[in-house]
């Protein structure tokens, strides 16, 4: 997720849809990333989740941006497991943008 932004989507954008987020890369405009093939357009049943979801993913770029934190070893150390928020479908899109 590092080096992505995560953005809500004007219904007008996506067929009407009210609960829409989209995931691209950092620093382009919003028509730009809703026209491209890299943009993940994310659509939730309702605004509670969406609302969730975002603060995941916004968290998550925060986190994968910062440089990684050591363990007592000095090794590197990758927190995918320890994270709160939306459930194992924000992992695994974490693991596969990784």
Known sequence: MAGRQVFEVSPASVGGSQFSVAVSFRGLDMQKALESSSTLIIEFTDDEEKA???R???????????PPPMDMLGEPSHGISDLSGPPTLLKELILLSM
């Open 56 to 66: 995941g993913l916004v968290q998550e770029t925060y986190r994968t941006s910062a």
């Open 52 to 54: 969730l979801w975002i």
